[in-house]
């Protein structure tokens, strides 16, 4: 039997909503073994997605800064 290729999110943002349905499938204790099984499968490729679309993120933003990563600063505010 073939196994075939799970369809690749459409971006990150529906990337971690998938994501989200499963954990909360599986948190419920509902789900059977192998439904379960297959759910850890899908959520470690969205997770593998997700953490490469940050990483290309991150080094479009360092090439934007001319290759230095700046650190953040939140905006300050009076109380």
């Known amino acids: 039997m073939a196994k075939s ?3 690749p999110p459409k971006d990150y943002e529906s990337a971690l909503a998938e994501l989200d349905t499963i954990v909360s499938g599986m948190e419920s204790g509902q789900l059977p073994l192998e439904a379960s099984l297959t759910a850890y ?9 997700c953490r490469q679309q940050l990483a290309d993120a991150e080094q479009q933003v360092k090439i934007l800064e001319n290759g230095t ?3 953040f600063k939140a905006e300050e505010t009076d109380d």
């Not at 499968?41 to 997605?49: C, M, P």
């Open 5 to 7: 290729r799970a369809t």
């Open 69 to 71: 990563l700046l650190p």
């Open 41 to 49: 499968k899908r959520g470690a490729e969205l997770l593998q997605y």
